[in-house]
């Protein structure tokens, strides 16, 4: 079946320090990889996303590659602030189009 | 702003009561989706819309029914609420049936089953 594996959190940074939250997932045919961010009391946005194998997403700063090879598409961020500190999903869109599997999410705390 | 509308924002309900938690959008969007959120299992689909008239189970669909009552709104009814249904719920839309697409959330409405 189709799943979504994130990093388990929380993941704690200081402030301008670089940030990854691993993301893997398994899925029957070509996905759509996404991810979103939700800040405290909020829905959650979408971030980011990548349609086809290699492509780069970016969005304020933070950035994913689609990796087919490794089925992974790992959020990175150059140098983190204390406004990112959120609830980072991973998600994917596959086959008809209309059932998204999210990850479980990894809460991100960064200190001034 | 436009965007995806719920209310109430916070519910507390006595087991076995119902109630129906309001969605609306004003973006033309096709498609709209109410989900599950608890805590260490992400999101789950409940019931989906995939265009005006049509609606179908997603992940966990039981206890609750849904109603598209246009293009704009979409409904998700508790009839008889239960404990296992306290969660924060949210609907989102999107505008197309593709893959590139993502959604728009609402900002949720937390349920209290007491």
């Known amino acids: 079946g189709n799943s979504v594996t994130q990093m388990e959190g929380p993941v704690t940074l200081s402030e301008e320090a670089f940030l990854t939250i691993n993301c893997t997932y398994t899925a029957t045919g070509y996905p759509s990889l996404f991810w979103y961010v939700q800040y405290p009391g909020e829905g959650l946005q979408l971030l980011l996303k990548?349609?086809?194998?290699?492509d780069k997403g970016s969005n304020k700063g933070f950035e994913a590659t689609y990796r087919k090879e490794t089925t992974s598409f790992h959020l990175e961020k150059g140098s983190v602030q204390v406004s990112d500190s959120a609830v980072y999903f991973c998600?994917?869109?596959?086959?008809?189009?209309?059932?998204?599997?999210f990850g479980a999410g990894t809460r991100l705390f960064v200190k001034a | 702003n436009a965007g995806v509308t719920q209310t109430p924002k916070f519910q507390v309900l006595k087991t076995g009561q119902s109630m129906t938690l309001q969605c609306a959008q004003d973006?033309?969007?096709?498609?709209m989706y109410w989900y599950r959120q608890d805590p260490g299992m992400g999101l789950r689909l409940i019931y989906y819309s995939a265009s005006e008239g049509t609606t179908d189970k997603g992940e966990v669909p039981n206890g609750y029914n849904v109603s598209r009552l246009n293009k704009r709104e979409f409904s998700l009814r508790l009839e008889s609420a239960a404990p296992s249904q306290t969660s924060v719920y949210f609907c989102a839309s999107r505008t197309g049936q593709g893959l590139d697409y993502g959604y728009t959330f609402g900002s949720g409405t937390r349920l209290t089953v007491v």
């Open positions: 990548a349609t086809k194998a290699d």
């Open positions: 973006m033309n969007h096709n498609s």
């Open positions: 998600a994917l869109i596959v086959g008809g189009g209309f059932k998204t599997i």
